[in-house]
Every structure is written in structure tokens, then in C-alpha cells.
């Protein structure tokens, strides 16, 4: 649950993705191959790739959200 409502709302930053998925290695937080799919407004399904499969044996996952109304 993101607590985001994606329906209705205009990214002032649209150029990026409302969520991005990263996984911390020894190089830095690297981003996990994903797309969104449906899902019911304030919640999230990520469909990952086969490629991020061995990323998800890394011990931490980091879900990054942003605000599609911060203008930052």
C-alpha cells in the first residue's frame, strides 16, 4: 500500500517513475528492472523482470517511493 493515489493526480516531475525499486550493493544502490502494473488506486504491483531475480538475493531491498505532488 503506497498511500499514493495514482489515479487523479499530475507529477509536476513526470518524467519519473512514481516508484523505483533499488537493491544496495558493494557498487551503490542499483535500480531493479521493473515495471507497474494495475492495481487499486494507493496500492502497487511490481512486475519484475527475470534479469532482477539474483538482485533479490541481496539482503536489503530499499523501495523508494515519490510524491507525484512534490515539485522537487
Given at each position: 500500500?503506497?498511500?499514493?493515489?495514482?489515479?487523479?493526480?499530475?507529477?509536476t516531475n513526470s518524467s519519473e517513475p512514481l516508484l523505483g525499486?533499488?537493491?544496495?550493493?558493494?557498487r551503490g544502490p542499483t535500480p531493479v528492472p521493473m515495471s507497474l502494473g494495475q492495481a487499486p488506486p494507493r496500492w502497487a504491483v511490481l512486475h519484475l523482470a527475470t534479469?532482477?531475480?539474483?538482485?533479490?538475493?541481496?539482503?536489503?531491498?530499499a523501495l523508494l517511493l515519490r510524491c507525484?505532488?512534490?515539485?522537487?
Open positions: 500500500h503506497t498511500g499514493l493515489d495514482r489515479q487523479g493526480t499530475t507529477a525499486l533499488l537493491v544496495l550493493t558493494s534479469s532482477a531475480f539474483p538482485l533479490l538475493t541481496h539482503p536489503v531491498l507525484p505532488l512534490c515539485s522537487c
